[in-house]
């Protein structure tokens, strides 16, 4: 998740054809992560089958997550954010457009997806 405030945005990463997910999220509860994480996968255009999180509180509801969708949630171990790294590396791709310290929250959902659009992808 990057945001420092409320708003905040969440990145999910198909990990094997680098597809990216950005959703807009108003606050970092497990409510609003399984709302707009689950809405963002059942309507996107490629299957994701796993996500990779962090031990923040926001995915404690892991398992209504994967009731409502076909994706299975993995954790990553404490302190080994190597297990993370397309991931990590996609968060560092994204500041260039959403640099530290910016606010969030006027930042819509088409944004977040043209933001999704413009990411160099490796190959």
Partial sequence: MLGSTKHCIVTLVERKIG???IGKLRN???AEFNRVASQLINSAPVPIHTIT????TEFQGYK?????TT?????ATPHHSWERGTNKNTNG?????LPKRT???????????R?????????
């Fill in 53 to 56: 999180a962090d031990n923040g």
């Fill in 64 to 68: 209504l997550f994967e009731a409502a």
């Fill in 28 to 30: 970092r509860t497990v």
């Fill in 93 to 97: 791709l994204i500041r260039q457009y």
């Fill in 71 to 75: 994706a299975r949630f993995f954790f």
């Fill in 103 to 113: 606010s969030l929250a006027r930042l819509s959902q088409a944004n977040c997806n």
């Fill in 19 to 21: 597809y990216l997910i």
């Fill in 115 to 123: 933001i999704a659009g413009r990411r160099p992808r490796g190959s």
